[in-house]
């Protein structure tokens, strides 16, 4: 029979028990845990207010007296919204408003499945209590048992002998037991009390009261600790502390124990400020390092903010110091890692409109292990104005900076240069190709003084230089359908050139304040400037030759890529910059007819097989400038073996200010043994010095509720000469760790380790094998 009671049933909160952060798990495991009851529809969600209030019941058989008591047998399915119970047998007593349900008793809603063997509800006060309880929430791991399971009339939720797990059923790497667990729907956090942590069924902490978070909402307490050892800083134990100060703000204070150097705090305090700006604010202390000779301190403060003030203005300051030069060399900081030698400090408002924009800029960068120091923008207006299409198609652009250059020693000059460039330029575009035609104005202006320095006596007080820029950019594509190998693909032949004239002045009279050697590419062919910075525009009157072309599957799935080029020089240049070692006075000239081969591969050779490469070759002194090359095996998801080489000649070692030739070899793999077990590692190789740069090991077990990582790394560290400590061959020039990660998924943890890291931690990372360290 179908009997319909308008009455409000409200029998249990919105029940959420997620970990910290919720991470997915690896594809390749399947960790959801159902339920073992099937899920019953739920009513339709457009329904009207009153249909979501009304409660349908459904039985075999029913007994009811107006107004007193109505019994239902077999099959019962009462449904309310998206509420449902079914249940062997139940009770609805409408004098005192009491619902009792038992037998085979399943509660259903949206969230989360409970069995239990009985069920009282008080519908007057929105209460419930359930007795042998099994609970299971939908789209998440967590599930769990309680002897007793109440709803206050508050909607709290209070357990009494109660147990959760992310693991599957019958599986029990972890479970956390408490005897009683109280559950604030509001603040959306419990409170445990007498819990114990079991792993692998024995327990392994007892832990009389501590809170967790059961939403994804933002809790105070202690993460997962972080335990490893190396050779520089021995045995290392971090504990961080998460402390959630408001919604706006907060805090992450970590003590990181090592053995060899002693007690290193690091702070990491993050902020919003209003709707679309954020910052956060680091600052490490490590007090009388004992791996030191003078036993000194070692600190870093770090700022960074970025963001919007509104829909025009934006905003952005970076600063970092550090105590010395060998810093991120020694300690595992969270603002920047071994490789990175240069600190920046910026700060920058902007204001865009529809066709301006203006910004303010001040810089300063400061270089790890180089004893010169650049020059400091205090500060740089800047003002662009773009006006597409202002007459017959020509577009009209207008690039302008005034920057004041200063130095933190007197021996420098210093200078304020106003630069401004307007251009007129023709695009005409098409199916077939496009072709540009651009003319610019190169204006400058320098106020330079030499301090007095003899050494700057070249310099004059105030220059003024005017060069002309034309430039002519063509490209035309082709492409035919053709088959290769039985495989039929879409192929594209797109040439290209460029004509560029830029107007000699002689420039010695200059000073060098931002402006260095560009790096030589296939792209690179194409640029307007040799140089970064203004200080220095190169003459120039050449063409640039190239050609790409490309191999496009059924699917427009690119397969090969193929790029040739290079400049023509119909004038030598006659304007350089300062050589290593020499005054800033002294130049070079390109004294060739043309420019280095530049060429670039990328290509699917054959499945799952890849190549990528690349080279710059003197075709007049018939030496290879630089060349690399990788070929990757990828068979499938995680699945990778990499093996790479890279040479540079006379290339610059800033801690010796000697060049070096460059010549590495190196491999790199990933492969799952197993869905949850993974290994990861690499090796490079230097040819030149007969010795290993880098080493890395690692295997990784992933389960649905657990993750273990070990780890084992061999790499060469960067050792800074650097007036903290002056005894630089004291220090380690290699540095060996082991390192080791768990994670119990669910209860604070951060989710799946992943490989992707792995594959990341290192000098050469995966993708940029071809990084080149000094």
Known sequence: MHIRYFLALSLLPQLVLAEE?????????????????????????????????????????????????????????????????????????????????????VFQDQMFTITADSLVAQMRDNSATLTGAQYWLHGQQIHGDAEKLEITPDNNLHLTKTNFTTCPPGDSSWLLEAERIKIDSTEEWGELWDAKLKIGGIPILYIPYMTIPVSDKRKSGFLFPQ???????????????????????????????????????????????????????????????????????????HWQHKGAINENWRVLANFTQVSDNNYFNDMNSDVQSATDNQLSRIGEISYFEKNWDFSARVQDIKVLGEDEIPYQVMPQLNFNYRAPSLWNGLDFDLMSEITNFKHQENEFSTATRLHIEPSISLPIQGPAGSLTSEVKLLQTYYWQDDQGNPKNEELDDQVSRTLPQVRIHGQVNFERFTDYFNENYRQTLEPQFQYLYVGYEDQSNIGIYDTAQLQEDYYGLFRERRFSGLDRIADANQMTLGLTTRLFDEHNVEKFKFSLGQIFYFQDSRVGINEPGMSTQTFTQENTSNSVLAAELSTQIYKDWYMSGAIQYDTKQSENKKSEVTLDFRPGANKLLQLSYRYVPDLLNTNTNESVDISQAGMRGAWPVSDNLYLVGNWYYDLNESRNVETYAGFQYESCCWAIRLSYHYRIKTNYEDDFNPIVDDRELFEKGIYLNFVIKGLGGSGPLGVTDMLDDGLFNYRKPLYLKN
Request: proline share 5%.
């Open 227 to 301: 335990f490893s050892t190396s050779t520089t800083n021995g045995v290392e134990v971090a504990t961080p502390y998460y402390w959630n100060i408001a919604p706006e703000y907060d805090l992450t204070f970590t003590p990181h124990y090592m053995s060899a150097r002693g007690l290193f705090l690091k702070t990491d305090f993050r902020y919003l400020a209003g709707e679309s700006q954020q910052g956060q604010i680091n600052v490490e202390y490590l007090g009388n390092d004992n791996m030191m000779s003078n036993n000194a301190d070692r600190y870093l403060y």
């Open 21 to 105: 952060t919720t991470s997915e798990p690896d594809a390749s495991i399947q960790c959801l845990v159902e339920p073992p009851v099937p899920r019953m529809a739920n009513l339709d969600p457009d329904a009207s207010e009153l249909a979501l209030q009304e409660i349908r019941i459904l039985s075999d058989r029913s007994e009811a007296q107006m107004g007193k008591q109505a019994k239902f047998n077999g099959n019962v399915s009462f449904s309310q919204g998206g509420r449902h119970i079914a249940a062997d047998e139940a009770i609805l007593d409408q004098e005192s408003e009491r619902l009792d349900a038992n037998g085979n008793l």
